[in-house]
């Protein structure tokens, strides 16, 4: 099994900062990809960003600029620095890992259980 733990949500005003973290553990061979995706009331979940094994990253357009994604491959643990939040930025965020479980080239998609994040103006 795989354990995705998420932290760093909460209450901040617009304009503030938030630095969430996901720490995946269990049976982990090798981690293809991690990410952050969130979802706000009444919307469908969308990507925030993404980044590889490699550290090739990707945001929404939305984001860019703002937004910081990272990795520690040592400890399978990514990360999203979140700066000049709006609340248009309001939402549940999600960590999303793409890993493989063994030598078998087949890759599992994990969720977090989410984290609730609020920008109030």
């Known amino acids: 099994q795989v354990q995705l733990v998420e932290s760093g949500g909460g209450l901040v005003q617009a304009g503030g900062s938030l630095r969430l973290s996901c720490a995946a553990s269990g049976s982990i061979f090798s981690i293809n990809a991690m990410g952050w995706y969130r979802q706000a009331p009444g919307k469908q979940r969308e990507l925030v960003a993404s980044?590889?094994?490699?550290?090739?990253?990707n945001y929404s357009d939305s984001v860019k600029g703002r937004f910081t994604i990272s990795r520690d491959n040592a400890k399978n643990t990514v990360y999203l620095q979140m700066n000049s939040l709006t609340p248009e930025d309001t939402a549940v965020y999600y960590c999303n890992v793409v890993l493989r479980r063994s030598w078998r080239p087949d890759v599992n998609e994990y969720w977090g259980q989410g984290t609730q994040v609020t920008v109030s103006s």
């Open positions: 980044i590889t094994t490699g550290d090739s990253t």
